[in-house]
């Protein structure tokens, strides 16, 4: 069973981890027939659907998304939104749906092949009123025609990608406001199934015009996982490591052991499943390895491996890079007047950050300390109460 736990930091709220991607039957703990309320999206557990409200923002012209966030980038896409797109991600995840995979290259080995966004499915409706009152109802492929009246492949189901928690813990969808893609942006919260690219002007989406209603018309936009979405072979998953080495899922720290179960675990319920190793810029390239050899152990097959880099600037790690250090130091606060910021601030900012690594450092120290101590003491006890055999050739003197 693959458990899946947002942490409230990140996306705003806590999807609980007993709610599993491979239940058939919704837990005791999940409030059944009950529409739960995430901000302004709506979980309708019973129906097994995902709702919220948006507005038209285009009625014509070239497109790139579908629905984006309230007021960025209106000018290529038909509906806006003021609902959040870590909402509508934990929306999913409480239908039990997993994280798929983006638009991406294939494997090493391969060939050189981009391959389109794979994972669970969705089937997105549109619902509105006329001025008169009148109920309408639409699959989102109607809105869509292709450019110059050129035939283009519609999207008869989605697929929900899932964006990504950037390092430092911002959801990507939320930085530029996409939330369901036209043309495989990996940063998206669900994308089309197909690859598709803007640069391709003959391939391009625009609006139907016809079809979609006036400018600030309210639309309900309802989302419905297609049958076995939750069993979707295709899915993603994110393993953290951080500078000493320490592997963590969903921020759990794993063992060895734990990693390799849980990739079984994970395998099991998505046969193809992608695992995107994060590691700290400081961690070793050998931690990496490690972790992907547990982890193909456990038969993850297909990995992205991503470093990310150091929150702030590496100190010195060396004598005559120290020196350089304080020399630029010097420099700046001589040619104070000619600099934007006050260098004292930065420089209070690295003493901070010297003090933490010191820290971490003293920390590691008593660490090694304690191994060395038992280690010794474990090496006494076997001489003590071992007498290794005599490897003198003959057994002689």
Request: aromatic fraction near 8%.
């Amino acid at each position: 069973m693959i458990r899946f736990m947002i942490a409230t930091t990140c996306l705003g709220v806590l999807v609980p981890a007993a709610w599993s991607a491979d239940a058939n039957t919704p837990p005791a703990t999940r409030p059944a027939g009950k529409v739960v309320n995430i901000g302004l999206v709506r979980v309708d557990l019973a129906n097994r659907q995902v709702s919220f409200d948006a507005e038209v923002c285009l009625r014509q012209g070239a497109l790139e998304f579908l629905i984006v966030a309230w007021q960025t980038k209106t000018h290529e896409s038909i509906l806006q939104t003021r609902a959040r797109g870590s909402h509508l991600h934990a929306g999913l995840l409480m239908l039990g749906l997993a994280s798929g995979k983006p638009a991406r290259w294939a494997e090493p080995g391969q060939g050189a092949m981009f391959l389109p966004p794979a994972g669970a499915g969705l089937k997105i409706r549109f619902n509105w009123k006329d001025a008169n009152g009148q109920s309408h109802t639409a699959d989102a492929a109607d809105w869509l025609a292709g450019s110059a009246n050129q035939e283009i492949e519609r999207p008869v189901q989605w697929i929900f990608v899932g964006s990504d928690i950037l390092p430092g813990g911002r959801y990507w969808a939320e930085v530029y406001g996409e939330m369901i893609s036209l043309s495989n942006f990996a940063s998206a919260v669900i994308d089309v199934p197909f690859c598709s690219s803007s640069a391709d002007d003959d391939l391009s989406f625009v609006a139907k015009t016809g079809a979609i209603p006036p400018t600030g018309t309210k639309v309900e936009v309802v989302l419905t996982p297609v049958a076995g979405a939750e069993k979707a072979l295709d899915a993603r998953e994110t393993v953290e490591i951080d500078r000493f080495g320490r592997r963590q899922v969903d921020g759990q720290v794993l063992t060895d052991d734990q990693l390799e179960k849980w990739a079984g675990s994970y395998i099991t319920a998505h046969d193809r499943g992608m695992v995107v190793i994060r590691a700290d810029g400081m961690a070793r390239v050998w931690d990496v390895a490690v972790t992907q050899s547990v982890l193909r152990l456990g038969g993850v097959r297909e990995f992205d491996i991503q470093r990310v880099p150091p929150p702030s600037d590496l100190l010195p790690r060396a004598p005559d890079q120290a020196r350089g250090a304080v020399a630029q130091w010097k420099d700046k606060f001589i040619n104070y007047r000619d600099l934007l910021e006050d260098p004292a601030l930065g420089a209070q900012r690295t003493l901070a950050q010297i003090e933490a690594e010191l820290r971490e450092i003293e920390a590691q120290k008593e660490l090694l300390k304690d191994y060395a101590a038992q280690l010794t003491k474990a090496l006494a006890t076997y001489k003590a109460t071992t007498r290794p055999a005599d490897t003198t050739a003959g057994g002689g003197k």
